[in-house]
């Protein structure tokens, strides 16, 4: 059975840091292309990060280039998306997303918010 589970979400204040962890259980990983997406209120859900399955090639929206990473851990099943500096604007239920053989796999979401 196929599992894809979010962690780390929190209150932090701007500026702060905080690391989202996901893992997928049930699937050949290393094969898999991950990325991290986020839906803030009222908005349309957006790519924020993705990762190639040989972790070679990353890419991140323009919003958050420079203040966040992904990276991948097979040995783990898990992707991560380090968050620095951050913002009121961050704010936001971040998703993680998987990519076996073309078909989609979501996350339920861990919700981040930034606030002083």
């Known amino acids: 059975q196929v599992q894809v589970v979010e962690s780390g979400g929190g209150l932090v204040q701007p500026g702060g840091s905080l690391r989202l962890s996901c893992v997928a259980s049930?699937?050949?990983?290393?094969?898999?292309?991950l990325s991290w997406h986020r839906r803030a209120p009222g908005k349309e859900r957006e790519l924020v990060a993705a990762?190639?399955?040989?972790?070679?090639?990353?890419n991140y929206a323009d919003s958050v280039k420079g203040r966040f990473t992904i990276s991948r851990d097979n040995a783990k099943n898990t992707v991560y998306l380090h968050m620095n500096s951050l913002k009121p604007e961050d704010t936001a239920v971040y998703y993680c997303?998987?990519?076996?053989?073309?078909?989609?796999?979501w996350g339920q979401g861990t919700q981040v918010t930034v606030s002083s």
């Open positions: 990762i190639t399955n040989a972790g070679d090639v990353t």
């Open positions: 049930g699937f050949t990983f290393s094969r898999l292309t």
């Open positions: 997303n998987v990519v076996d053989w073309l078909k989609p796999y």
